[in-house]
Structure formats: structure tokens, C-alpha cells
């Protein structure tokens, strides 16, 4: 008789069969890839790179042309008048062709640095009560409505301005007249606001939430957290958004337009009328004989107001790019 096999006990470890053959791999090596993209939607994300940098070209080439054009027609103002005569002269009388717009100069610049002053510190302000102190339903209800105000068309700003601001203005300052660059810079300073206050926002939003408690735990207070760590941390998005707000002021037509005055004299104060670039532009282009040497004036204030608001922005980026550098 054979001998049987003993039971296994309970210690004796289970051994596998021996391998017969090489075993085939439960999965194939395709499987274990990542599945390739649809022909379709391997377009996708070449064509929206085409798109964005098309896009990109077409702003600088519209850039370029417009001052290209604004360069033909404003050089043809020197054919007249000199550079220094132009640029330096205090007197605007185009029917006697004294083309000086140093006073036209400094009425954008009183106008808008006004505006500056008034804006820039409520609207940072704004945004940091928005983005860290304000309640969720209260932020959630006044964000909606600032940006509502940025639609608001700029000639009925200046018609509210007109009828309930200038009579103020005259009244509280004791003035023969309330068209002045005082009103000019308040009504701007109310246009910037919007953009200054959701850009900021987004800005001060974007800082990572461990900022906070961060500085809270090193002993800071809240206000001091706010002033030391957050705002600075969100301080090229701050400055982008004033920057954006002064473009806003600066090229704005309508509204100084209708509550300056209109007089191109050399201001002293902002509590006088005054006359900008842009709206000499739109107040006399439409009443000049085409190709004449008034016509040609205009477009060198244009062009003038060209290369001071391509000044801002590159000091501006110029400012971003520093402190992008000082950071890292």
C-alpha cells in the first residue's frame, strides 16, 4: 500500500504550485497607457493658442497705425508753429493761429491728478472692506452694484454733475461760477471708482488664505494683518487697478466737457474753470476747415495725449516689473 500523505497543520505555511511556463501579464502595455485624444479634440487647444496670439498681433498693430496716423496729420502742426511755441505757448486762440497748449497741458493734468487724489485712496479702501471686512451677503449685494456703475454713460454723468454738483460747488465755495476743474476731478474721481474697486478686489482676493491667520498668529492685529501682509502682498494688482483708473480720468471727454468751463487759460487752482485736451478736441474738430492749420492742431494735441498716456503705462509696467523682481 502507498503511503498515505499526513494532514497539514495549522503551522505549516501553503506553498504555490510551481509556475508552469511564463504566466502573460494580467494587463497588455496598451492598457496601462493614457488613452489618446480624439483627432477633434487635439485641435482644440492649438487653435485657441493661434487665436490668443493673433489677437495679440492685432492689438499692436492697431496700436501702431493709429499712431502712425496721428503722427501725419500732428507733425503737419510744426509746419506752422514750432515745437517750443507749441508745447510752451500760454495762449489757444486758433482764429489768430496761437496754437499754445501748455494751458490745455495743464488742465488735463490739474483735472486728473484731482480725480487721482479723490479716487485712488476711497477705492482701495472700498475694496479692502469688500474683499476682508464686509460680510458675505453685504460684499455679495455692493459688488454687483459698483460694477453696475461703471456702465453708467459719461454724458449723463456730466449732465448730474451739471444740474446738482456745479450749484454746489459754487454755493460751498463762495464761486461766480461752479464749472470748474473742482467739479471736473469730483466726476471723474466717481468714473474711476468702479474699476479701481473690482480690480483691487480681485487683487486683495487673490492673496492666499493662509496669510491671515499667519499674521494673526505672530501677534498682529487685524488692521495690522490688512496694512502689512495682504495689501502689500496684492500690490501689483492694486497698482494695475490705479493705473487703469487714472487711463479711465485722463481720457475721458464728455463729462469735463460739459462742467470745466471750457476756458483755456493757465489754471492756479482747481477752483476755476479750465479747459482739457480731449475736450478741445471734441469741441472744435467738427467746426474746422479740414486740412487746415487748426485742423492739424488738434491732431498734435492728440497726439500729445497719445504719448502722455503711453508714458503712464510704461512707468507703470516699469513700476510692476520692479516689484515682481524685489519679490522673488
Not at 511556463?21 to 496601462?32: A, C, D, I
Not at 485657441?48 to 495679440?56: D, F, M, P
Not at 461766480?176 to 471723474?188: A, N
Not at 492749420?293 to 509696467?317: Q, R
Request: charge should be neutral; charged fraction near 15%.
Amino acid at each position: 500500500m502507498h503511503d498515505m500523505p499526513e494532514p497539514r497543520t495549522r503551522e505549516e505555511p501553503l506553498v504555490a504550485p510551481p509556475a508552469v511556463g511564463k504566466l502573460l501579464p494580467l494587463v497588455s502595455p496598451r492598457e496601462g497607457r493614457r488613452p489618446e485624444a480624439p483627432a477633434g479634440t487635439r485641435w482644440g487647444p492649438w487653435l485657441a493658442e493661434k487665436l490668443v496670439a493673433i489677437n495679440g498681433l492685432l492689438v499692436i498693430i492697431i496700436v501702431l497705425l493709429i499712431f502712425l496716423f496721428l503722427l501725419r496729420d500732428g507733425l503737419q502742426t510744426f509746419r506752422y508753429v514750432t515745437v517750443a511755441d507749441f508745447l510752451g505757448g500760454r495762449n489757444w486762440y486758433p482764429l489768430s493761429e496761437e496754437f499754445g497748449t501748455l494751458p490745455l497741458i495743464l488742465g488735463s493734468l490739474y483735472v486728473t491728478l484731482g480725480a487721482v487724489a479723490i479716487a485712488v485712496p476711497l477705492g482701495v479702501a472700498c475694496a479692502l472692506y469688500l474683499a476682508e471686512v464686509a460680510p458675505v451677503m453685504v460684499s455679495e449685494a455692493l459688488k454687483p452694484t459698483i460694477e453696475v456703475l461703471a456702465g453708467i454713460p459719461s454724458v449723463v454723468v456730466g449732465f448730474i454733475g451739471l444740474v446738482v454738483l456745479t450749484p454746489a460747488i459754487r454755493e460751498v465755495f463762495h464761486l461766480p461760477t461752479g464749472l470748474t476743474g473742482l467739479t471736473g476731478s469730483i466726476l471723474l474721481a466717481f468714473m474711476a471708482l468702479p474699476t479701481i474697486i473690482s480690480i483691487a478686489e480681485d487683487a486683495l482676493v487673490a492673496v492666499p488664505k493662509s496669510y491671515r491667520p499667519g499674521a494673526l498668529a505672530l501677534g498682529a492685529t487685524r488692521w495690522q494683518a490688512l496694512r502689512g501682509v495682504v495689501a502689500p502682498a496684492a500690490r501689483s494688482g492694486i497698482i494695475a487697478a490705479c493705473m487703469l483708473g487714472i487711463g479711465r480720468a485722463i481720457g475721458e471727454t464728455m463729462t469735463v466737457l460739459m462742467v470745466t468751463g471750457n476756458a483755456a487759460v493757465l489754471p492756479k487752482t482747481l477752483l476755476q474753470p479750465l479747459r482739457t485736451m480731449t475736450a478741445t478736441i471734441a469741441q472744435e474738430m467738427g467746426e474746422t476747415v479740414q486740412f487746415s492749420s487748426h485742423y492739424f492742431a488738434l491732431f498734435g494735441i492728440g497726439l500729445v495725449l497719445f504719448l502722455i498716456t503711453f508714458v503712464i503705462n510704461l512707468a507703470a509696467d516699469v513700476a510692476l516689473h520692479r516689484m515682481a523682481g524685489r519679490q522673488r
